[in-house]
């Protein structure tokens, strides 16, 4: 069992910067793939970002050059963080923890329960 908390969202003018962070609980924390995940009200969650075990990285193509994940595994905790954010980046950000590598949020185990980013223009 993996539980995870996100916490670092908030409001932040466009072009700015924010820092996302994701504790899990759990010993086998650095056995899982983690990913990041968003959804606005009436739209599907999208993906952002995974990080494997390894620390390979993969972004989706509207966080490629803006968006860097990272993990600690000595502390249990991933990141995200995200430079010239856009308004269209307002959403709710969710960490997620699975065993198998994916960009598919179905293949995921384990959920935090999200954090507001609001980007204002």
């Known amino acids: 069992q993996v539980q995870l908390v996100e916490s670092g969202g908030g409001l932040v003018q466009a072009g700015g910067s924010l820092r996302l962070s994701c504790a899990a609980s759990g010993r086998t924390f650095s056995s899982y793939a983690m990913g990041w995940f968003r959804q606005v009200p009436g739209k599907e969650r999208e993906f952002v970002a995974v990080?494997?075990?390894?620390?390979?990285?993969y972004y989706a193509d509207s966080a490629k050059g803006r968006f860097t994940m990272s993990r600690d595994n000595a502390k249990n905790t991933v990141y995200l963080r995200m430079n010239s954010l856009k308004t269209e980046d307002t959403a709710v950000y969710f960490c997620?923890?699975?065993?198998?590598?994916?960009?598919?949020?179905?293949?995921?185990?384990?959920w935090g329960q999200g954090t507001q980013v609001t980007v204002s223009s």
């Open positions: 990080i494997h075990w390894n620390g390979d990285t």
């Open positions: 997620a923890a699975d065993r198998t590598f994916s960009f598919d949020s179905d293949e995921y185990d384990y």
